[in-house]
């Protein structure tokens, strides 16, 4: 039996990162419509697990690798600006982050100094603010 999955399988484009998150969500979506009783929940998680088997049974192997690679470029990006924001909250405590009013560049400085000038290191605006 193993056999002929394998030669079932073969050619074909199978599980992947992006598959598991549709069959995750799928999951997560048929619990949702056990407890709600929503029709709609429950044709989604079964729309999200035809097509999560249609892109495993796929032959066309290269349209999977692209839809593969924006998911993993979606999933940078997020987790990019999730590390950003949790280092920006720990550094609130002893800093205080303003916009440059010209170029719209972050700028950072201590807290607890009073009205200081502050110098945009991109285009070289003066502004002040208190710190």
């Given at each position: ?16 990162e ?5 069959l ?21 998680a ?19 690798q ?16 999730w ?49």
């Amino acid at each position: 039996m193993r056999e002929k999955v394998q030669k079932f399988m073969t050619g074909r484009y199978g599980f992947d990162e992006l598959s598991k998150a549709y069959l995750g969500a799928a999951i997560a979506l048929m619990v949702v419509s056990l407890f709600f009783r929503n029709r709609i929940f429950y044709l989604t998680a079964i729309v999200l697990l035809i097509y999560c088997y249609y892109r495993a049974f796929s032959r066309n192997i290269a349209k999977r690798q692209a839809e593969e690679q924006k998911y993993r470029n979606f999933r940078y990006r997020r987790a990019v600006k999730w590390n950003a924001l949790k280092k920006r909250q720990e550094q609130k405590k002893i800093y205080r982050f303003y916009k440059c009013p010209q170029c719209r560049q972050k700028v950072r400085v201590p807290k607890g100094r009073g009205k200081i000038c502050i110098t945009c290191p991109k285009c070289q605006t003066e502004f002040i603010k208190k710190s």
